[in-house]
């Protein structure tokens, strides 16, 4: 099978970044890449414009790099609260995941994250606090603490069973005195 050498112009996954010279198949290069402009082919007019695109690659990479440290440093400090539904006793309906977390980001702190940047071993089950990885770049982890509380009120479990033992205990009282069999 021939290959042929292309230069990218934009970052394809699982081939290489922007600016990059790979030698490819043939039939990919010129049915899907030159096509979709993510490459154009090796000329020396093209070769002339791998330096600019490098600069500007690099440019992007390192204001990428700075940009998501500072919001790392930013996020490591909050404390995000999420309200879950739950039953009576305390358990949560469904789960907390990244995209929840991603969008309660957005709403409470107005910070647009992707929610593959959020890294949970698991979906959350259960209520508490938790930490929260977050991978913003190749190089740059972040975690923040994530409180996971119920929406609705949890009844307190004293207060409620010491009420309701003497109230049962009426009830079987009065349901067994309502057969009467010595009245004459």
Do not use: C, W
């Amino acid at each position: 099978m021939p290959k042929t050498e292309v230069l990218l112009i934009h970052n394809v996954i699982g081939l290489g970044g922007e600016s990059d010279l790979v030698k490819i198949a043939t039939g990919y290069a010129r049915n899907y890449l030159i096509p979709q402009g993510l490459a154009v082919p090796v000329s020396l007019g093209n070769k002339r414009r791998v330096e600019a695109l490098r600069q500007r690659r690099a440019e992007r990479e390192a204001k990428e790099l700075s940009s998501m440290s500072e919001l790392g440093k930013s996020l490591s400090k909050v404390t995000l609260t999420i309200a879950v539904k739950t039953g009576d006793d305390g358990k949560m309906f469904g789960s907390v995941t990244s995209g929840s977390i991603a969008d309660a980001l957005k709403t409470q702190l107005d910070v647009a994250l992707d929610k593959r940047k959020i890294h949970l071993e698991k979906p959350i089950h259960t209520l508490g606090e938790y930490e929260v990885e977050l991978r913003l770049h190749s190089e740059v982890r972040a975690a923040f603490k994530l409180v996971v509380k119920s929406a609705n009120p949890l009844p307190e479990p004293s207060a409620a069973s010491v009420a309701e033992a003497p109230k049962t205990e009426k009830r079987s009282y009065r349901s067994g005195s309502g057969v009467s069999g010595d009245s004459k």
